[in-house]
C-alpha cells in the first residue's frame, strides 16, 4: 500500500502541526504505519508508529509527550499531531506502511515523497 504524508510547513518553536498519512490501493487499515523524518546528510531516523487497530503506538524518547500518532481506518488515514515543536524537529517527515511495528526503516515500504516541517526558533 502506498501512503502519503501532508500537512508539513512552517511553525514557530512551542506551535503545534498535524500531518495526516493518507493511503491508496489496498486498505492501509491492514498494516502499522510508521513515521519517520530525514534532515540532509543524515539517515532518516524514527519518529514513531501505530498497529493496525490503533490500540498500541509507540514513540522515540525526544517526541514522547509531544507527539501523538492516532488512525482514522474508516478514512485511510494516519495521523502524527506535534505540539510543543522544536526547531531539531525540523525535518521532511515520512509514513510508510509496515507488516509489524519497528523502529527499523528497512522494514517498512514503499516510501512516498514526504512533507516538510520546518519550526522557526
Known amino acids: 500500500v502506498q501512503l502519503q504524508a501532508s500537512g508539513g510547513g512552517l511553525v514557530q518553536a512551542g506551535g503545534s502541526l498535524r500531518l495526516s498519512c493518507a493511503g491508496s490501493g489496498r486498505n492501509s487499515s491492514m498494516y502499522t504505519v510508521g513515521w519517520f523524518r530525514q534532515t540532509p546528510g543524515k539517515e532518516r531516523d524514527f519518529v514513531g508508529y501505530?498497529?493496525?487497530?490503533?490500540?498500541?503506538?509507540y514513540y522515540e524518547d525526544s517526541v514522547k509527550g509531544r507527539f501523538t500518532i492516532s488512525r482514522d481506518n474508516a478514512k485511510n488515514t494516519v495521523y502524527l499531531q506535534m505540539n510543543s515543536l522544536k526547531p531539531e524537529d525540523t525535518a521532511i517527515y515520512y509514513c510508510a506502511a509496515g507488516s509489524y511495528g519497528s523502529t527499523f526503516s528497512r522494514l517498512y515500504h514503499p516510501w512516498g515523497q514526504g512533507t516538510l516541517v520546518t519550526v522557526s526558533s
Open positions: 501505530i498497529n493496525r487497530s490503533g490500540g498500541f503506538t
